[in-house]
Nanobody, 120 residues
Framework: VPLAESGGGSVEAGGSLRLSCDAS????????MAWFRQIPGKGRELVAS???????TYADFVKGRFTISRDKSKATLSLQMNSLVAEDTARYYC???????????????WGLGTQVSVSS
């Protein structure tokens, strides 16, 4: 598995967490990458993405609260999550694809995920 997430955990509503994705073994780490999340019984949903020019996009439900970033020197993709609410409880996945831009991307590379639990 070329992508490895970390940083999940349990937090109270209003709190913050920072997720990290180790992409050091991932060839296309400077191209389009993204964070997804999945709630049991539901499909994965896109949370945020970042393209080759470090342009970012966010799902409406996280705008203003989450920030995706990439540290190329450390081969790490991050997701800073602030003002967490119970509805953010999910398993979060790092994903990638070997294209420069993320629009319409069919992500092919996935980590195993990290669990985030937010209590209200």
């Amino acid at each position: 598995v070329p992508l490895a997430e970390s940083g999940g955990g349990s937090v109270e509503a209003g709190g913050s967490l920072r997720l990290s994705c180790d992409a050091s073994k991932y060839t296309y780490r400077n191209l389009c990458m993204a964070w997804f999340r999945q709630i049991p019984g539901k499909g994965r949903e896109l949370v945020a993405s970042i393209d080759i020019g470090d342009r970012t996009t966010y799902a409406d439900f996280v705008k203003g609260r989450f920030t995706i970033s990439r540290d190329k020197s450390k081969a790490t993709l991050s997701l800073q999550m602030n003002s967490l609410v119970a509805e953010d409880t999910a398993r979060y996945y790092c994903a990638g694809i070997n294209t420069k831009f993320c629009s319409g991307a069919d992500f092919r590379y996935w980590g195993l995920g990290t669990q985030v639990s937010v209590s209200s």
